[in-house]
């Protein structure tokens, strides 16, 4: 198939839904494809790995926008995230990154363990309390990393339902491609959520708390400090990229893991095998599917040259299942060696959520399988028609009854355990 017809169908809600299969279209093509005169894709992890961390490729910022997509600042969905982190080059990116990274330290991640191990469990108790299936999508994968994140944040556990709708509204944009009427609705969500979020940094301007908010307001170094505009963006992705990628990591790695029930088995006894799991999870079938930059330098990649000025899409799912990088990458395995999935990106732009995201999982899964053994898919799970962020719409489990203390399989003969 042309590159340009596997793009086209990778696109449509069939390739949405499942894009494993166009993957391999593309990339027999090679690990960097032509699919129009200026416009590239990635799938080779090598070649999608060193794109992230080469400095000739930036996102899409403010220059760039204006340049290619007139009246962008019309959109409160795209101006909401556009001074943030996530839109931005040097040497703004790197001022922000170095703020933010000294409010969101690895203690204060560190920290939150407690709080996601019994948020989790709150959690558990009430799917048990239910009487029949449960959408795990809305009972577990959703307000963990809610609960999670707004907690970081400082946000009061009363506010916290809004918080779904707003994020699922916004991360519209996020999608390679948008319609007026999804345009619409995640711009309706992000004017709701700066709303939010403006009385929120305005109050802890007044009283700081001990939180992540109150922290970014108050971060600076060398007489740098964030400006209104970029808090307010930054905020916002931190809560989306906090909630979101770790919803689908959840949902994703459940019906992963109901798929393979001895690995499961072993996870529930070994749940120090957990940041093994976690990582082939998200090799597996990653929360983010995609990555966008454009270049500002000739380069090459793949035997391809990429003039300045190309517009590449960096496929993290297909670079996942690079079978260069892992044998049989269909294969769900939890004793690979060496996974270092590309999933929440690599270079200056790495996801700076990734080890809370991670955390996240590492608890939950061994919990989940040791208090719910009986847990299994109780219906069709409903896939999101969305390729960028990769998720379930639904998910109905079977809970059953809570474990007693039981013998289950232990590690694989042979095997010492998913590096962790």
């Known amino acids: 198939m042309d590159p340009a017809d596997a793009l086209a169908l990778l696109m449509s809600p069939e390739g949405r839904v499942d894009p494993y299969p166009t993957y391999e279209l593309l990339r027999a093509h090679g690990p960097v494809v032509q699919a129009g005169p200026v416009f590239f894709v990635v799938t080779g992890y090598a070649e999608a790995d060193a794109i992230l961390r080469d400095a000739r490729f930036g996102v899409l910022d403010d220059a760039l926008r204006d340049q290619f997509m007139p009246g962008w600042r019309e959109s409160p ?199 093994g799991y976690v990582d082939e999870l998200l090799r597996y079938d990653s929360p983010v599917q995609l990555t966008s930059r454009m270049s500002t330098a000739p380069a090459r990649y793949g035997d391809v040259d990429l003039p300045p000025e190309s517009w590449v899409i960096v496929m993290l799912g297909a670079a996942n299942r690079d079978p260069r990088r892992y044998p049989e990458p269909a294969r769900f395995d939890p004793w690979r060696p060496q996974v270092h999935p590309l999933s929440f990106g690599a270079g200056p732009h790495y996801c700076l959520g990734a080890a809370l995201a991670r955390l996240e999982a590492q608890v939950a899964f061994p919990l989940l399988l040791r208090r719910l053994p009986g847990l299994a898919v109780a219906g069709r799970p409903e896939r999101r028609v969305r390729l960028t962020l990769r998720g379930h719409a639904t998910l109905p489990v079977r809970v059953g009854r809570e474990a007693s203390p039981v013998t289950v399989p232990g590690t694989p003969p042979g095997a010492a355990g998913p590096t962790p």
């Open 77 to 275: 969905a795209i101006l909401s995230i556009s001074r943030s982190m996530l839109r931005t080059n040097p040497p703004d990116h790197s001022r922000m990154r170095r703020l933010a990274a000294g409010a969101f330290t690895p203690r204060r991640i560190a920290a939150m363990h407690d709080v996601v191990r019994a948020q989790a469990d709150e959690l558990v108790d009430a799917m048990l309390a239910a009487e029949g299936p449960v959408d795990f999508m809305a009972a577990f994968a959703y307000p963990l990393p809610v609960g999670v994140i707004c907690a970081l944040l400082g946000v009061p556990a009363a506010d916290r339902p809004l918080f779904r709708r707003w994020a699922t509204d916004l991360t519209g944009v996020l999608e390679p491609e948008i319609t007026e009427e999804e345009l619409a609705v995640a711009d309706r969500g992000a004017s709701e959520l700066r709303a939010y979020f403006t009385e929120l940094v305005a109050a802890r301007r007044r009283a700081p708390a001990d939180d992540l908010t109150s922290a970014l307001v108050q971060a600076h170094d060398g007489g740098d400090r964030l400006s209104g505009d970029e808090l307010l963006a930054n905020l916002i992705v931190l809560l989306v990229a906090g909630f979101e990628t770790t919803t689908n990591l959840l949902g994703n790695g459940l019906v992963a893991l109901l798929e393979h029930p001895r690995a499961a088995a072993t996870l529930a006894e070994h749940p120090e095998f957990a940041p």
